[in-house]
């Protein structure tokens, strides 16, 4: 019992520094680059996002707000903005052979802008 209760922090942090940081290339396209709770709603975000980039095509599906970042014929990044409570919950997918339109880094300081 012991070692599950010194594990479960060790996985913590490591599901928490996999949601932060970049894994480059060999990133497991079926996991979630970022993957984060906000207190704004779907609409603000989803509004704050496509100020901020550029190439935003925006769809529904039942309650979420899906949003693709890129060219038509090559998306770079797929966002998902789900209701939760009174905020959101932000899943953005980057799949491994995408091209970084913006980078990896840009998206990730305009999803902390507007989610926060």
């Not at 769809?59 to 797929?78: K, L, M, P, Q």
């Not at 966002?79 to 091209?99: C, D, F, R, W």
């Amino acid at each position: 019992m012991k070692r599950l209760l010194l594990l479960a922090p060790a996985a913590a942090l490591t599901a928490f520094l996999a949601a932060c940081g970049s894994s480059g290339p060999a990133r497991d396209a079926s996991q979630p680059m970022m993957y984060v709770s906000s207190q704004r709603a779907p609409a603000y975000i989803a509004d704050c996002l496509e100020s901020k980039l550029s190439r935003v095509r925006m769809s529904r599906v039942g309650d979420a707000t899906e949003i693709a970042v890129g060219s038509d014929s090559n998306n770079s990044y797929f966002v998902t903005l789900t209701p939760y409570n009174a905020g959101s919950v932000i899943k953005v997918m980057h799949p491994a052979n995408a091209p970084d339109d913006p980078p990896e880094a840009e998206m990730r300081v305009d999803i902390a802008r507007c989610a926060t």
